[in-house]
T-cell receptor, first 116, second 115 residues
Framework: AQKVTQAQTEISVVEKEDVTLDCVYE???????LFWYKQPPSGELVFLIR??????QNEISGRYSWNFQKSTSSFNFTITASQVVDSAVYFC?????????????FGSGTRLSIRP | DTEVTQTPKHLVMGMTNKKSLKCEQH?????MYWYKQKAKKPPELMFV???????INESVPSRFSPECPNSSLLNLHLHALQPEDSALYLC??????????????FGEGSRLTVL
């Protein structure tokens, strides 16, 4: 089965705290991509990062960092020194080949609230 | 600014109306997608077009009819919808139609209300 699980439904932290969003995935494919998207109240899905199944190198981009571990099928996302503007719903997603097209499925999302 | 343009941004329709949602991209992408998103839920895949041919239909009711007139355009024709079809409809495109290459580029969505 192909599945993405985000166990944290909602997280609320005070500004400047670090916060980690968890993502666990299931796939039978050896070639796949993992993503994180941000959806602010305006509704548009904003692409944050992509990782392919052969690249377990973790990445840091400014206040954002990602930890991909195939051994535990996890792709976690950390925001350091959170800001109010980080408040949004964050989706983890999995892409795989299906019926000669890329199929992307989303986790249920984590609603992140940053309090001033 | 998003490079996937969706119109209209808001649509209100009655259950007997016929309307269409439109999506356009000029990035040369060969795969285009329709997703439906209900409030506080993740996007759910509806249709995928790959090289202008319907590749994936996620058992969507026939009152939703997709159309891909050319590689840049994707339409979703709506007819005899139900109030529960009210949702945000997201269009997306991807560079390759047959190889899993990565991320989707999403439009801002069309918010549909069915009365």
């Amino acid at each position: 089965a192909q599945k993405v699980t985000q166990a944290q439904t909602e997280i609320s932290v005070v500004e400047k705290e670090d916060v980690t969003l968890d993502c666990v995935y299931e796939t039978r494919d050896t070639t796949y991509y993992l993503f994180w998207y941000k959806q602010p109240p305006s509704g548009e899905l904003v692409f944050l990062i992509r990782r392919n199944s052969f690249d377990e190198q973790n990445e840091i981009s400014g206040r954002y960092s990602w930890n991909f571990q195939k051994s535990t099928s996890s792709f976690n996302f950390t925001i350091t020194a959170s800001q109010v503007v980080d408040s949004a719903v964050y989706f983890c997603a999995l892409s795989f080949l299906y019926s000669s097209a890329s199929k992307i499925i989303f986790g249920s999302g984590t609603r992140l609230s940053i309090r001033p | 600014d998003t490079e996937v343009t969706q119109t209209p941004k808001h649509l209100v329709m009655g259950m007997t109306n016929k309307k269409s949602l439109k999506c356009e991209q000029h990035m040369g992408h060969r795969a285009m997608y329709w997703y439906k998103q209900k409030a506080k839920k993740p996007p759910e895949l509806m249709f995928v077009y790959s090289y202008e041919k319907l590749s994936i239909n996620e058992s969507v009711p026939s009152r939703f009819s997709p159309e891909c007139p050319n590689s840049s355009l994707l339409n979703l024709h709506l007819h005899a919808l139900q109030p529960e079809d009210s949702a945000l409809y997201l269009c997306a495109s991807s560079p390759s139609g047959t190889v899993n290459t990565g991320e989707l580029f999403f439009g801002e969505g069309s918010r549909l209300t069915v009365l």
